[in-house]
């Protein structure tokens, strides 16, 4: 069983504030890395993605990857009450091809405190 | 121009009801998904589909039936509604591989 895992949360920092969001998954295999942005009512929306160990900063966003720890991260930096949402971890796994599917993991709820 | 749209948006039925669920992209992209995200926001694929052929089928109750009559659209067929199919159901796509993988704005569906 292949397993995305995350902390709940909520995950509340004051403005301005560096937010911290972990996620480990199961699979040695799994070969790209995604963060989603979802706000309440609404569909998932991309934030970053990665595919080599290290990092990737996008704006005020870094993710970081440890293949060998099976870690990744997100990094928001200046957080904004505009920030506050949930945030899923997936990953992308399957044997090639078209045999792909993305398992999300169950998604930290960030709040921004103004 | 949006990307991935699905209809409807929101579905209200009675138990035992037959419904469907419809979904196109505009992406080019080859493969489409559903995903179902239960009230805890946990997010679980239930099919995938590359070019028309069904490649990923969870352990979904064969309740549930997905239909893509091309590259562009994966429709959702659901038998016999039952209470605990209430869920918001999202139709997503993407290119083949580990790629990134683009989602649409999710049906509400409610069973009463």
């Known amino acids: 069983q292949k397993e995305v895992e995350q902390n709940s949360g909520p995950l509340s920092v004051p403005e301005g504030a560096i937010a911290s969001l972990n996620c480990t998954y199961s699979d040695r295999g799994s070969q790209s890395f995604f963060w989603y942005r979802q706000y309440s009512g609404k569909s998932p929306e991309l934030i970053m993605f990665i595919y080599s160990n290290g990092d990737k900063e996008d704006g005020r966003f870094t993710a970081q990857l440890n293949k060998a720890s099976q870690y990744v991260s997100l990094l928001i930096r200046d957080s904004q009450p505009s920030d506050s949402a949930t945030y899923l971890c997936a990953v992308n796994w399957g044997s090639g091809g078209s045999n792909y599917k993305l398992t999300f993991g169950k998604g930290t709820l960030l709040t921004v405190n103004p | ?112």
């Open chain 2, 1 to 112: 121009d949006t990307a991935v749209s699905q209809t409807p948006k929101y579905l209200v039925t009675q138990m035992g009801n037959d419904k469907s669920i419809k979904c196109e992209q505009n992406l080019g992209h080859d493969t489409m998904y559903w995903y179902k995200q239960d009230s805890k926001k946990f997010l679980k694929i239930m099919f995938s589909y590359n070019n028309k052929e069904l490649i990923i089928n969870e352990t979904v109750p064969n309740r549930f039936s997905p239909k893509s009559p091309d590259k562009a659209h994966l429709n959702l067929h659901i038998n016999s509604l039952e209470l605990g199919d209430s869920a918001v159901y999202f139709c997503a796509s993407s290119l083949s591989g580990p790629t990134i993988t683009f989602f649409g704005q999710g049906t509400r569906l409610t069973v009463v």
